[in-house]
C-alpha cells in the first residue's frame, strides 16, 4: 500500500515537469494517480508528519518516529573518536534565524516555528 | 613544500578485486542525490542502504534494483553500536565476496554515520579499495532553511550525548550546533522514540551555565520530501525539556553577542 505512495512521491521529486504540475494543480494530479483518499490526503496537506504516518514511518497515535532505521542515521559516539572535520569557507555574515523565508513555496517571510509548532503540536496529541 | 598525504588517502592501495563506494543520498527525497552518487548507485553490483523512508529506499531501488537495506540491523534492545557493526561487516563481506558494492546513507554519509567509517576502515585494511563521496547533509539544510552564515557567527557542532558526556568546551558567542537532541543516552533504538524530559532537563542545565532561560534556540527538522516544508520551531531555552523532541531533530542556539576585536587584526583590513 505504501510503496503506491512512495513511488507517487518518488515521480514527483525525480520529475522536474511532474513537480510543477503538482504545484500548479495538485488536485488534478492526484485525480490521476492510484492512492487512496487518506493517502492523497496527506499529499495535499504537504505535512511532513502526515505523510510519514501515510508512509508507515510513524505511528498514527502521536506523529513520532516507529521506524527503527528512520528518523536518523547518525551515530552516537560514546568511546569512540569521530573522523568529522569541518573546513568550510564561507562569504556572507547574515546571523538572524526570525526571516525565515519558505525555500519551495516562496510565501516570504514568516515567523520561524509558529507554523510547525501548530502542527507538531496537534500530532503529538 | 612537500605536501603530506592524509592516512586515509595513502591507504587507498588497492589490491583485490571487490571495492566499496559510500555515498550520501542527501536529506530531501531524490533531490540532494548529487550526480556522482546516482551514478555510484546506479554502476553497483550490490548496493546496500539505510535510508529514513520506503520512498527513499523505492527511489534507491529504482536507480539500482540490487539494492538491499540495512535497517534490519537496528532491533529494539541491541546496542546501536552492535548494530553498527552488523551493518559494516555486511557491506564488507559483500566487498570481500569480489563485488563493487555501494553503500547509500541518509544525508552526507561523512558526517556521523557510524557505520559507514566502520565499512571504509575494515574494507581498506584488508585490502580493498574504498572511498566515501560526499553528500548533502542536514547541517547543509540547516544553513540554508534558517538563512544563517557562520561567518561572523562562528560555528561548532557536537552530537548531543557526547556533547554532555565529555562535558565539551564550546563558546556561547559562536553558534552552536547539537545533533542527535532527541537521542541522549541511548544506547539502542526504540518505537516511538523521543527525547526523555529528564535528559533535556540535563542538557538545559548545562546550557544554561551559558545562555539566559530567554535565550531563543531552534528545533530543526530538514524536509525530507520536497512538497514539505522544514520544521522549524524558535522556543526560549527553558522550554527545551518540555518540547518533544524527535531523533531527526537538531538543536540550533544561536550565538549571544560579542564586542570582542583583536585591533591589531581589524588594522589588517585598513593596511595596503
Known sequence: MNDKLSSFLVDLASDPERMSRFLADPHGLLAEADLTDDQKAAVLSRDSRRLAVALGTVSKSNGNVQNLSGGNVQNVSIGNVQNVTIGNVQNVSIGNVQNVTSRRTGKGPKKAGKKPAEKRGSKNK | MRVRRPRAAASIAPSRRGSLTVVGAGITLAQQATIETIACIE?????????????????????????????????????????????????????????????????????????????????????????????????????????????????????????????????????????????????????????????????????????????????????????????????????????TIFPATTLYIPPKPTVIEDAKIRRWFVQD
Open chain 2, 43 to 243: 554502476r553497483a553490483e550490490k548496493v546496500f542502504h539505510l535510508l529514513t523512508n520506503p520512498a527513499a529506499e523505492v527511489w534507491v531501488r529504482r536507480l539500482n534494483p540490487q539494492a538491499v537495506p540495512l535497517g534490519d540491523c537496528l532491533t529494539e534492545g541491541k546496542p546501536r553500536s552492535r548494530s553498527y557493526s552488523d551493518m559494516s561487516e555486511r557491506i564488507v563481506a559483500a566487498v570481500r565476496s569480489g563485488l563493487q558494492v555501494c553503500a547509500v546513507f541518509y544525508g552526507n554519509a561523512a558526517v556521523l554515520v557510524q557505520p559507514a567509517y566502520e565499512a571504509i576502515t575494515r574494507a581498506r585494511s584488508e585490502g580493498f579499495s574504498a572511498r566515501m563521496v560526499a553528500g548533502v547533509s542536514a547541517e547543509d539544510c540547516l544553513f540554508a532553511d534558517l538563512v544563517v552564515n557562520p561567518q561572523g557567527l562562528g560555528w561548532q557542532c557536537f552530537e548531543a550525548t557526547d556533547f554532555l558526556l565529555r562535558r565539551r568546551r564550546f563558546d556561547p558567542t559562536a553558534a552552536l550546533i547539537l545533533w542527535q537532541v532527541g537521542l541522549l543516552g541511548e544506547a539502542s533504538v526504540r518505537p516511538e522514540m523521543a527525547g526523555r524530559p529528564e535528559r533535556l532537563r540535563v542538557l538545559t542545565a548545562a546550557l544554561r551555565r551559558h545562555y539566559s532561560a530567554r535565550h531563543r534556540v531552534v528545533l530543526y527538522e530538514a524536509a525530507q520530501l520536497p512538497i514539505c516544508e522544514p520544521i522549524i520551531k524558535m522556543i526560549p531555552l527553558a522550554r527545551l525539556p518540555q518540547e
